[in-house]
């Protein structure tokens, strides 16, 4: 199948349930059995970890396991698992994979709550981290230990939008045995396939573009063979769910997936090369840009781009910065992406990014860019801009009646 018709057909068992086209939402905790043979048969069927079986509703409902079921198939994965938030995905597949005295290596680009978590719970239990420059050019074989056993990519970063070379990545970590564990949330299941790249492990945060609507919450695990145990197990020690309206939201989503993203990479594009030609800004930093130092990765390895992306403007005031957003209508003030709205956040690159990799002097911001006509968000970008230079002219002229008074208080003084 195409995958935009395996979007459709994914996880969906109309002959289950009467007929009814989407799954529906089992809200339920205890799980009855008819008989004693039936009980043996259904601890049997979990203990052998068959799809679908289920004791208890926190291992669980057919809503759950529609959902599980598609990421999996349309990731390419063996198995996947869903959780209340992407935090929770991440966190639980870490601790599945970690132990004390192991080390991990993390792109300095990953997302922080990620970085966070590594060093601020798991080197309490033990855990060396260490964080990695994603584009530094030497071969990330020359940080492996004895003891790495994890190497953590995010590609493209979520601020810097810093494209990683994952095939080389993956190679190097298998012939260090280590698992290479991924955030692919921006390539979605549909524009980067992590396991024919040699993934061992991709999270998404299914609350970004497979819910799509920003209003539920929820991330989803999707395991190879050999990983599946580890996360599987630690995800039900840990007692990780995820409620099944939620749940219900996200398969909602995914039928629609192909046709949103499709929008959201045009208008996203056509936007950034807009942006690229306004003279209020330094840099425009999209993967699908030729531009963009990663763009050759990005072309090699994913099939399409989302509508997230960063731009650096022409200035370092907070005042103008200050301009800029709050002039803007479409573009709402807010963290999160990958819904129908388009945001607009001001961020700081993390202390690993200075040099070359981050040459930039402005102040820079990440948009999302929705589902709102292309023209309509230009146009209030525009807005924005004029703002933001107004501002700029005016502080340069107060600047320099200051200055013309200063000295001329500084002649009469004299």
């Not at 530094?136 to 810097?160: A, C, H, L, Q, W």
């Not at 299941?189 to 945060?205: E, T």
């Not at 072309?299 to 403007?313: E, H, I, N, Y």
Request: proline residues 6%.
């Amino acid at each position: 199948m195409k995958e935009s018709t395996q979007l459709v057909c994914a996880g969906r068992h109309p002959e289950r349930f009467g007929g009814v086209v989407n799954t529906p939402i089992f809200r339920a905790s205890t799980i009855l059995a008819g008989s004693m043979a039936e009980w043996e048969e259904m601890k049997r069927a979990r203990a052998a970890e068959e799809p679908g079986a289920t004791t208890y509703g926190r291992y669980g409902t057919p809503t759950t396991h529609a959902f599980e079921e598609a990421i999996a198939a349309l990731e390419g994965g063996y198995r996947s698992l869903v959780f209340p938030s992407g935090l929770a995905a991440i966190s639980t597949a870490l601790t599945a994979l970690l132990s004390a005295g192991d080390h991990v290596l993390v792109s300095d680009s990953a997302y922080s709550p990620t970085r966070a978590f590594l060093e601020r719970v798991m080197a309490r239990f033990g855990v060396e981290v260490e964080t990695y420059d994603p584009v530094d050019g030497k071969p990330i074989e020359s940080m492996f230990r004895p003891n790495t056993r994890v190497v953590y990519v995010e590609s493209p970063g979520s601020e810097t939008l810093d494209i990683q070379d994952i095939p080389a990545i993956c190679a190097a970590a298998h012939k260090h045995g280590a698992y290479v564990v991924m955030d692919n949330t921006w390539g979605t299941p549909l524009y980067f396939k992590p396991f024919a790249h040699g993934v061992d492990v991709s999270i998404q945060a299914a609350t970004k573009y497979i819910v799509g609507h920003s209003d539920a919450m929820l991330g989803v695990v999707t395991c190879n063979r050999d990983t599946w145990p580890l996360v599987r197990q630690t995800t039900h020690d840990v007692g990780q769910t995820a409620g099944p309206d939620d749940i219900y939201l996200a398969l909602r989503g995914l039928r629609t997936l192909a046709v949103r993203l499709q929008r959201h990479w045009q208008s996203g594009l056509h936007v950034a090369q807009w942006l690229e030609r306004q003279p209020q800004v330094e840099a425009v930093l999209h993967p699908a840009l030729p531009s963009h130092p990663g763009h050759a990765l990005w072309k090699r390895d994913f099939t399409g781009a989302c509508g997230l992306f960063s731009v650096v403007l022409r200035t370092n005031a907070k005042a103008s910065l200050a301009a800029f957003i709050d002039a803007l209508e479409h573009f709402g003030l807010g963290v999160s992406w990958g819904g129908y709205e388009s945001l607009a956040i001001p961020f700081t690159p993390g202390k690993g990014c200075t040099g070359s990799r981050w040459p930039y002097h402005g102040q820079a911001v990440r948009l999302h860019v929705g589902l709102e006509d292309p023209q309509d968000l230009i146009d209030d970008l525009q807005r924005g801009l004029q703002a933001l230079s107004m501002h700029e002219s005016l502080t340069e002229k107060t600047d320099k009646a200051e200055n013309e008074d200063a000295g001329a208080e500084q002649v009469c003084a004299t």
